[in-house]
């Protein structure tokens, strides 16, 4: 497998574990803090440490490739998709941001099964598209059912 295609989950796993640290932080405004489940606290801190993962991501030399500026790309409209602005609904916020988080895997399986030299991993690729094409069904047909909780807005609307 290639290094690239690592990529973005060890990004995502850096800011996790960041963003988990960070949880408890005295230096995290205890205001924002307060007002968020527990699995949300910190989800704020690591939306800002995004773009510097981003840029740290875009500066490696293997970022040069078609593949990875690809990559890049989806990785920026998900991301742009995934700020949503929140709407008290836990439920329904979820599958705002779960539908782009989907369809950026749906766009960088594309580009692995169109770039991917290894057949195991294209055919692995071929598979995550169709079961993200599934989750992000499964999801706007739950959004359509609780319309009421879905009234809120993310980036890309």
Avoid: C
């Amino acid at each position: 497998m290639r290094p690239i295609l690592l990529m973005p989950i060890a990004v995502w796993s850096a800011l996790a574990a960041t963003a988990s640290a960070q949880e408890n932080s005295p230096d995290l405004d205890q205001s924002i803090q307060k007002d968020m489940p527990g699995s949300m606290k910190g989800h704020s801190r690591m939306q800002e440490m995004m773009p510097t993962m981003q840029e740290m991501m875009r500066s490696k030399s293997s970022a040069r490739t078609p593949a990875a500026k690809s990559y890049i790309q989806v990785m920026d409209r998900m991301n742009k998709a995934m700020a949503i602005e929140f709407s008290g609904d836990a439920g329904a916020d979820f599958a705002r941001m779960m539908i782009p988080h989907h369809q950026g895997a749906l766009d960088m399986a594309q580009i692995a099964s169109e770039e991917a030299e290894d057949d195991e991993l294209r055919r692995i690729a071929k598979k995550t598209m169709d079961d993200q094409r599934r989750d992000i069904e499964e999801l706007r047909k739950w959004l359509e059912k609780h319309k009421s909780a879905a009234r809120g807005s993310s980036a890309a609307d």
